[in-house]
T-cell receptor
Framework: NAGVTQTPKFQVLKTGQSMTLQCAQD?????MSWYRQDPGMGLRLIHY???????DQGEVPNGYNVSRSTTEDFPLRLLSAAPSQTSVYFC??????????????FGQGTRLTVV | AQKITQTQPGMFVQEKEAVTLDCTYD???????LFWYKQPSSGEMIFLIY??????QNATEGRYSLNFQKARKSANLVISASQLGDSAMYFC????????????FGTGTKLQVIP
């Protein structure tokens, strides 16, 4: 079982460059989300999606764009990278629901450095 | 808005002893879910335990138990019989719906188990 696959694992960008972080899941989960993790700040929600064609903003959406054309894929786009976007990015997916059965599965993370 | 507070940035525990990691939360929702995740130095997020706001009994999963005190808005994680492999960051988190959606994370507690 692949679960949640994030690519790349590491990336270095120059300020102003754009790139896409890929996230794919093979569990037919409706809900997918992106988080960033910074030292001392835990994980913060960037964007999330409750199904194909439906996305919404989380706590820290500025500078990021998402789309959900299929159930499996939820890419995160950095439009113009800034040093403040240096972070570890996690993608997660889960079934939609209101119980313990909606446990989230996380990708392995992408460590992004913007210079 | 939800808020999770973890007031212990770091803790030490002797191997084989029990340890409690503190977590308090704030929400105006009646239905919500509480989670604990473990993040070892390798970086992956590992789900440990879940407590629904309407669950009458405290959740337990092996050596992990969640001490849920609804009136005090606390959801402390208790790890019994600590092992060296328990050394990691631990994150408390909550969702407004009871399932895993729009989860808010705390800043984490770094636990170190001493032989």
């Amino acid at each position: 079982n692949a679960g949640v696959t994030q690519t790349p694992k590491f990336q270095v960008l120059k300020t102003g460059q754009s790139m896409t972080l890929q996230c794919a899941q093979d569990m037919n989960h409706e809900y997918m989300s992106w988080y960033r993790q910074d030292p001392g700040m835990g994980l913060r929600l960037i964007h999330y999606s409750v199904g194909a064609g439906i996305t919404d903003q989380g706590e820290v959406p500025n500078g990021y764009n998402v789309s959900r054309s299929t159930t499996e894929d939820f890419p995160l786009r950095l439009l113009s990278a800034a040093p403040s976007q240096t972070s570890v990015y996690f993608c997660a997916s889960s079934q939609w629901g209101q119980s313990r059965d909606t446990e989230a599965f996380f990708g392995q993370g992408t460590r992004l450095t913007v210079v | 808005a939800q808020k999770i507070t973890q007031t212990q940035p770091g803790m030490f525990v002797q191997e084989k002893e029990a340890v409690t990691l503190d977590c308090t939360y704030d929400t105006s929702d009646q239905s919500y879910g509480l989670f604990w995740y473990k993040q070892p130095s390798s970086g992956e997020m590992i789900f440990l335990i879940y407590q629904g706001s309407y669950d009458e009994q405290n959740a337990t999963e092996g050596r992990y138990s969640l001490n849920f005190q609804k009136a005090r808005k606390s959801a402390n994680l208790v790890i019994s019989a600590s092992q060296l492999g328990d050394s990691a960051m631990y994150f408390c988190a909550m969702s407004p719906s009871g399932g895993y959606q729009k989860v808010t994370f705390g800043t984490g507690t770094k636990l170190q188990v001493i032989p």
